[in-house]
């Protein structure tokens, strides 16, 4: 259904500034490949601290479109709300649904209109994103956005281009139509804007329409740590630890309540509680504001060292702060059970602080979740199985074992880029997807031990069969992976000697590997030949998924998700 129609007189034009004003529609658009993460039904928050700024701070007239709120988006109709420019963020493994729908926008616009494109996947895979964008701003946006937008008005044509020279973070082509970027970014300072979704048809009540509605929250920015496999850094260009006024996050919570009738919230902070004291006044705060009124349930991301007593880790009286405060549910990254894969992420964390983490949240009557990130060189087989047992030990209601994955920006990818298999498609990248060699097993063994860990420990208990469902679920539509990864192996991995079988198990020999990456015949070989794997297990399950339903799916992706 066309969205005007589903929107009826209203459309999908947000309330406006005064009338006449350009428009700026940003389009939301979720992966059709199933993750965890799209069964909950939940704006990113870096397209709405965009949105919000612009909406609070600039000349335009913002729509803000999520596609959980307002159905499929369709090219015609944003080209109907003759927008000035389109923006779009979007994960990596929504990439093949962003070409899809950019490429049926250019063709309907001739070009004519602009499309900027943000966030994650426009910031580690630009090369990638360029293929459906007209500029990439790259890294925080919410401060760059504005002089994009002031040279993007400029007519005169050499003008503009030194304009969108001096733009930090951006990619763009010059007069010459050569893309250039400029690289250089200052941190955001002040995240002092509020949320506004007046401007986000199908906001209204969301809340009502969906079970499984959060409202992402931020009360600070960035990470005191540096993990070797983690992407903040290289998503924000620069190392900082930056919070909000905790004014603005409750206005956000209150307003989320009273909007949207949404009172579930995930806060997007990297590491919440970095600044013990900011946090705890935000949570003070939350709980005078929500007094009263039915309490905020909020999820935070947060180290085991900060709740496991000892001098690192938050009191029991501030642990008792944020419960007060609505944290309902504490995820953490217990990354790995091997301490040698630990020490190899730069964790600095050991199986003890686990534990004791968790009686910490125990005693204030807090969940707790885990996501591990297994296939790092101390990983063997067995500590991927143990999961489920130590999950039990710490009481988690749920595990998220995702693959290592090996991302631009991170020592991770300068130590070990050679242990990505070449020409992974990108809609399994997705944390589910394994891209990678591990060390002491096959990567299909690690992408079979994974999900065995997840179906086995949620098929345990009654309560935890929602979870299974939704596993077994994206375990099916991983299938064509899985596949890949077994060709791979047994025409390229295992004849080109880059595992080893010792005592019927395998085991990497990065010597040759690098041997082949120095050799320019054998990597081609060994480059197309992956490549050409992938792509023939993607296009058989795209072609088995088209015969199945009748109707092609957008861009080639197997499976409409849940
Ligand atoms: C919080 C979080 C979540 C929350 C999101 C809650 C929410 N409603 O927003 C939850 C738990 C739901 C989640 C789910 C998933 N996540 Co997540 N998540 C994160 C995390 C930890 C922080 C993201 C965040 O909010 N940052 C804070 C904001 C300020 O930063 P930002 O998003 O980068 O936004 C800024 C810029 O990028 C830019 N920007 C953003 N959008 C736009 C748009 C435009 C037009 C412009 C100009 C600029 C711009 O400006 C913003 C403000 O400065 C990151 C890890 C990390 N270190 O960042 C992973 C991360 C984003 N997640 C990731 C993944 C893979 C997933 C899942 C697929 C996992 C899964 N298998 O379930 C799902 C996908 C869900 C879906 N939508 O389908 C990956 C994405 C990698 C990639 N290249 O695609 C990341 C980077 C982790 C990683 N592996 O490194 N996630
Ligand atoms: S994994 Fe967590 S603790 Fe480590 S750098 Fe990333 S956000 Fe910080």
Request: hydrophobic share 40%; aromatic share 8%; glycine share 8%.
């Amino acid at each position: 259904m066309g969205l005007h129609g589903r929107h009826g007189e209203e459309g999908l034009l947000a309330k406006g500034k005064e009338s006449g004003a350009k428009k700026i529609v940003m389009v939301e658009i979720s992966p059709t490949m199933p993750n965890l993460g799209r069964f909950i039904v939940t704006p990113t928050y870096g397209m709405l601290a965009v949105a919000s700024v612009l909406a609070e701070r600039s000349k335009y007239n913002v729509t803000l479109l999520y596609d959980r709120y307002v159905g499929k988006i369709i090219p015609e109709d944003v080209v109907a709300m003759d927008p000035f420019i389109v923006m779009a963020n979007g994960l990596t493994t929504a990439a093949p649904d962003l070409e899809a729908f950019f490429s049926r926008f250019h063709e309907l616009t001739d070009g004519k209109i602009p499309v900027v494109a943000g966030g994650e996947h426009a910031t580690m895979y630009p090369e990638e994103a360029l293929k459906y964008a007209d500029y990439l701003l790259m890294f925080e946006g919410d401060e760059t956005v504005f002089p994009l937008l002031e040279a993007l008005e400029e007519p005169d044509s050499s003008k503009r281009d030194s304009l969108l020279s001096r733009v930090p973070g951006l990619y763009y082509r010059d007069l010459s139509d050569t893309w250039r970027c400029n690289p250089d970014v200052p941190r955001v300072e002040k995240i002092n804007y509020r949320y506004n979704f007046e401007i986000m048809p199908g906001a209204k009540d969301a809340g009502k329409r969906f079970r499984a509605a959060r409202i992402p929250l931020q009360t600070s920015r960035g990470c005191k740590y540096s993990c070797s496999f983690c992407s903040w850094i290289s998503l924000y260009g620069k190392p900082g630890y930056r919070v909000r006024p905790p004014e603005d996050v409750v206005h956000d919570a209150v307003h989320a309540s009273e909007h949207m009738g949404i009172n579930d919230f995930f806060l997007c902070d990297n590491l919440f509680a970095g600044d013990e004291e900011h946090a705890s006044e935000v949570m003070n705060q939350m709980a005078v504001a929500f007094e009263g009124k039915r309490k905020p349930s909020i999820t935070c991301l947060m180290r085991a060292d900060q709740l496991s007593g000892g001098p690192s880790s938050l009191s029991e009286k501030k642990v008792a702060l944020l419960a007060r405060g609505g944290v309902s549910i504490v995820s953490f990254g217990l990354e790995s059970l091997s301490e040698r894969s630990l020490i190899q992420m730069r964790k600095q964390m050991t199986l003890d602080k686990y534990i004791a983490a968790s009686e910490m949240l125990r005693r204030h009557g807090i969940s707790m979740l885990g996501t591990f990130a297994s296939g790092f060189d101390g990983d063997t087989i067995d500590d991927i199985r143990s999961i489920a047992d130590f999950a039990e030990k710490m009481n988690l209601f749920t595990v998220q074992v995702y693959a290592r994955c090996i991302t631009p920006g991170t020592t991770d990818m300068i130590m070990s880029e050679h242990r990505i298999i070449p020409g992974h498609p990108n809609q399994y990248k997705n944390g589910h997807g394994v891209w990678i060699m591990p060390a002491l097993m096959l990567p299909s063994q690690l992408q079979e031990t994974m999900f065995e860990v997840a179906l086995k420990f949620h098929n345990r208990t009654r309560s935890r069969r929602p979870a299974h469902l939704i596993f077994s679920r994206i375990w099916t539509q991983l299938q064509p992976n899985l596949r890949a990864l077994k060709r791979i192996e047994s025409e390229v991995l295992l004849p080109m000697r880059i595992y080893k079988s010792i005592k019927q198990e395998f085991r990497i020999d990065d010597d040759r590997l690098l041997q082949i990456h120095d050799n320019k015949d054998l990597l081609h070989r060994y480059r197309k030949t992956c490549t050409r794997i992938f792509t023939e297990e993607v296009d058989a399950a795209f072609a088995t998924q088209q015969d199945q339903n009748g109707y092609p799916i957008a861009a080639g992706i197997p499976g409409a998700g849940a």
